[in-house]
C-alpha cells in the first residue's frame, strides 16, 4: 500500500514521538467508537457496546481495583497512565514543599 | 451454535486474501467479509477485560482483519462484536442496505484516518524554592496553559484544511486527541504539516505521536435495520 511508505517517512522525522505499538486501548478506543451498526434482533446478536465501553472507563477510573483484579492493560499506553504518574510526581513535590516550609517555620 | 462474525462491508468486486476462515457474502456492489465464530465465545465477553482475555482477543482480530480489508481498498468497518446467525441473513441484510453502504464506501474510498495525539508536558511548579517564586511560576504556567490550548486549535485547524473531516474532543490545555480523514493524495502534506506542528510543540514540552493510515474506524456511522425484513 503506497500510503505506508508515506507514514513511515512521516514517523522518521524529527519531532515526533515513535509510533508506539497499538495497545489494547488504543484498538479499543477505535473499534468501540462508531463503524456499521446493525440494528434489529433478527438473527443479529450484538455486544451491549454501550455497558462495555462504561465498564472499560469504570475500570480505568478505578486503577487500583483493576490492578488487583490483574488488569493493566492501559499502563502501557502513555495517554492513559501520564497522567497518574504526573498526581504521584506531583504529590510527591508537594509533600516535599510542605516539609520544607514547616521546617522553616 | 455457528454464526457469522462481520468485520467490514467492502465493494463486491474487492479481492482480499480468504484466509484464516475470512470469507465475504457479496451483493451485487457490496460485500461483508466474516468468518464463523462459535456463539457462546461471545458470551460474557465483556466480564473479562484483561489485556489476554477474550474480549482483548477478539478486538485485536478485529483490528487486524479490518486493517487487511484496508489494505485492499475501500472499507467500511462493522462495530466490534457483530454477529449474524447465518449466511443466509447476513445476505439478506446486505442487500436491503447495500445503497447506503456502496455510498458510504464512494465517500471513503481513497481516503484513511490519521490521530494526532499531543501531550502537555509535565508542570514544574511545586519545585519553587521560595512562596513569590511559586507564584510567579504558576502565573506564568496558566499563561502557559492558555497559549498551548491556542496553538493546538490552530494545529487543528490547519490540519482540518487537508481533511474531509475531523473528530474527537476539541484540543484543550492538557493535549489532544483527534482523527482526521485524509484523501491519499494529501497524506504526505498532512504528514509534513505534523511533523512541523510537531517541532513547534516539541519547544512547549509537548509531545506529539501520529497514528496511521488507519481504517476509517470514526467516519463511518451507518446503522442497517434488520427490523424489516421480517
Known amino acids: ?105 | 451454535m455457528i454464526t457469522q462474525y462481520v468485520y467490514g462491508i467492502v465493494d463486491a468486486d474487492v479481492r482480499v486474501p480468504e484466509t484464516d476462515g475470512l470469507r465475504l457474502t457479496r451483493s451485487r456492489r457490496v460485500a461483508a467479509a466474516h468468518s464463523e465464530i462459535e456463539s457462546a465465545q461471545l458470551e460474557g465477553i465483556e466480564q473479562d477485560l484483561s489485556e489476554s482475555g477474550r474480549l482483548a482477543v477478539l478486538a485485536r482480530q478485529h483490528d487486524d482483519v479490518v486493517r487487511t480489508l484496508a489494505d485492499a481498498g475501500a472499507v467500511l468497518p462493522v462495530r466490534l462484536g457483530t454477529v449474524f446467525s447465518d449466511e443466509a441473513t447476513l445476505a439478506a441484510v446486505l442487500s436491503e442496505a447495500e445503497s447506503s453502504l456502496a455510498v458510504e464506501l464512494d465517500r471513503i474510498r481513497g481516503r484513511h484516518e490519521w490521530e494526532v495525539r499531543v501531550r502537555a508536558g509535565r508542570s514544574t511548579t511545586a519545585s519553587e524554592s521560595s512562596g513569590t517564586a511559586y507564584l510567579l511560576a504558576r502565573r506564568q504556567e496558566a499563561r502557559a496553559r492558555d497559549g498551548l490550548r491556542d496553538a493546538l486549535a490552530s494545529v487543528d485547524q490547519t490540519l482540518g484544511g487537508f481533511a474531509d473531516a475531523a473528530a474527537g474532543p476539541e484540543p484543550a490545555a492538557t493535549g489532544m486527541s483527534r482523527s482526521y480523514l485524509v484523501p491519499d493524495a494529501l497524506a504526505g502534506q498532512f504528514g509534513a504539516a505534523v511533523a512541523a506542528a510537531a517541532s513547534e510543540l516539541e519547544t512547549r514540552g509537548c509531545v506529539a505521536r501520529l497514528s496511521g493510515p488507519l481504517p476509517p474506524y470514526r467516519f463511518v456511522a451507518v446503522r442497517m435495520e434488520v427490523g424489516s425484513l421480517a
Not at chain 1, 24 to 53: C, F, H
Request: glycine share 6%.
Open chain 1, 1 to 105: 500500500m503506497n500510503q505506508t511508505n508515506g507514514s513511515l517517512a512521516v514517523h522518521n522525522s524529527g519531532a515526533l514521538a515513535r509510533p508506539a505499538p497499538a495497545t489494547l486501548a488504543d484498538v479499543l478506543e477505535r473499534v468501540l467508537d462508531k463503524g456499521v451498526v446493525v440494528v434489529g434482533d433478527i438473527g443479529v446478536t450484538l455486544l451491549d457496546i454501550e455497558l462495555l465501553t462504561l465498564r472499560l472507563r469504570l475500570v480505568i477510573a478505578s486503577a487500583d481495583t483493576a490492578e488487583q483484579l490483574g488488569i493493566d492493560w492501559w499502563k502501557g499506553d502513555s495517554f492513559f497512565s501520564a497522567n497518574t504518574r504526573e498526581l504521584e510526581q506531583q504529590n510527591r513535590e508537594l509533600a516535599a514543599r510542605v516539609a520544607q516550609l514547616e521546617k522553616r517555620s
